[in-house]
């Protein structure tokens, strides 16, 4: 798909992991969860570190089909023990905390929503630019989203709250704050 400004890497797992430390932190002040806030936000950093030998794919293609899908992840699975085979063997172990998705599948779940989210956002913007292309990849992330809120009620808290102010511009954000 055509963006009107390209994301890299660095911002987008940055963005992510802000909002897994949100989703986590409203979980836990809200909802009574016990989750590692600080983690996730690490995790959430290091969640597509594959890509910097796979590159990205476009998640229609990605998930066009099982066989597909199932071919890039063991793709990302190789270039993640790429990465952590090129850190000293001591360091390994933590890295890899990091970088395996089944070392803590309830916080991933948190990260994972966050990467959907950051997801959406860079649709929102792409629309915000007069872009057409991430038109059926707004609705498909969305639908997506609200599948996931209906277990996870901080996404669903973090949708209604935070998400709006990703349409403001600078001017109507300091405007809404006095």
């Given at each position: 798909?055509?963006?009107?400004?390209?994301?890299?890497?660095?911002?987008h797992?940055?963005?992510?992991?802000v909002?897994?430390?949100?989703?986590?932190?409203?979980?836990?002040?809200?909802?009574?969860?016990?989750?590692?806030?600080d983690?996730?936000?690490?995790?959430?950093?290091?969640?597509?570190?594959?890509?910097?030998?796979?590159?990205?794919?476009?998640?229609?293609?990605?998930?066009?089909?099982?066989?597909?899908?199932?071919?890039?992840?063991?793709?990302?699975?190789?270039?993640?023990?790429?990465?952590?085979?090129?850190?000293?063997?001591?360091?390994?172990?933590?890295?890899?905390?990091?970088?395996?998705?089944?070392?803590?599948?309830?916080?991933?779940?948190?990260?994972?929503?966050?990467?959907k989210?950051?997801?959406?956002?860079?649709?929102?913007?792409?629309?915000?630019?007069?872009?057409?292309?991430?038109?059926?990849?707004?609705?498909?992330?969305?639908?997506?989203?609200?599948?996931?809120?209906?277990?996870?009620?901080?996404?669903?808290?973090?949708?209604?709250?935070f998400?709006?102010?990703?349409?403001?511009?600078?001017?109507?954000?300091?405007?809404?704050?006095?």
């Amino acid at each position: 798909m055509r963006s009107s400004r390209k994301e890299n890497l660095s911002e987008h797992s940055l963005e992510t992991a802000v909002i897994a430390h949100a989703l986590c932190t409203i979980a836990n002040v809200r909802y009574g969860e016990h989750l590692d806030a600080d983690r996730a936000a690490a995790m959430g950093l290091f969640h597509d570190a594959g890509e910097i030998i796979t590159g990205d794919m476009p998640t229609p293609v990605k998930y066009r089909d099982s066989g597909m899908r199932d071919s890039y992840h063991r793709v990302e699975d190789e270039a993640r023990k790429q990465l952590l085979e090129q850190l000293p063997e001591d360091l390994r172990p933590s890295y890899a905390a990091l970088l395996d998705e089944d070392s803590d599948p309830q916080l991933y779940r948190y990260v994972k929503a966050a990467d959907k989210v950051s997801a959406y956002i860079k649709c929102l913007e792409e629309e915000n630019a007069g872009s057409q292309d991430f038109r059926n990849a707004q609705k498909s992330t969305l639908e997506t989203l609200q599948k996931m809120a209906e277990t996870m009620p901080a996404l669903q808290d973090f949708l209604q709250e935070f998400l709006p102010a990703y349409g403001h511009t600078l001017d109507e954000l300091l405007q809404d704050g006095q």
